[in-house]
């Protein structure tokens, strides 16, 4: 069984701020949280912010400067750290994770938190 469990979503005014915290489990592998991806209505699920394997952050062009991703290793913890939002930042937000040490290993994702910007 493995569990990505979002928190932090929710209604933000334009230029406001939001935090996202990602916990990811796994009851036979260990699973790493790796990044943010988001999907607006009728639009396809992209990356936000993400690690790569050597842990180097990457980001999508649109939240480069605005968002920050960070994680806590010893909790098993991602978070993203969401300043200046904007309404186009308006989407459901997922974690995803992968399971350690497996380097084609599939992706797994949590259920979604909303994040809503208004303007």
């Known amino acids: 069984q493995v569990q990505l469990v979002e928190s932090g979503g929710g209604l933000v005014q334009a230029g406001g701020s939001l935090r996202l915290s990602c916990a990811a489990s796994?009851?036979?592998?260990?699973?790493?949280?790796m990044g943010w991806y988001r999907q607006a209505p009728g639009k396809q699920r992209d990356l936000v912010a993400g690690f790569t394997s050597g842990g180097r952050a990457n980001y999508a062009d649109s939240v480069m400067g605005r968002f920050t991703i960070s994680r806590d290793n010893a909790k098993n913890m991602v978070y993203l750290q969401m300043n200046s939002l904007k309404t186009e930042d308006t989407a459901v937000y997922y974690c995803q994770g992968q399971i350690a040490g497996m380097p084609d290993s599939p992706n797994f994702w949590g259920q979604g938190t909303q994040v809503t910007v208004s303007s």
């Open positions: 796994g009851s036979i592998f260990s699973i790493n949280p």
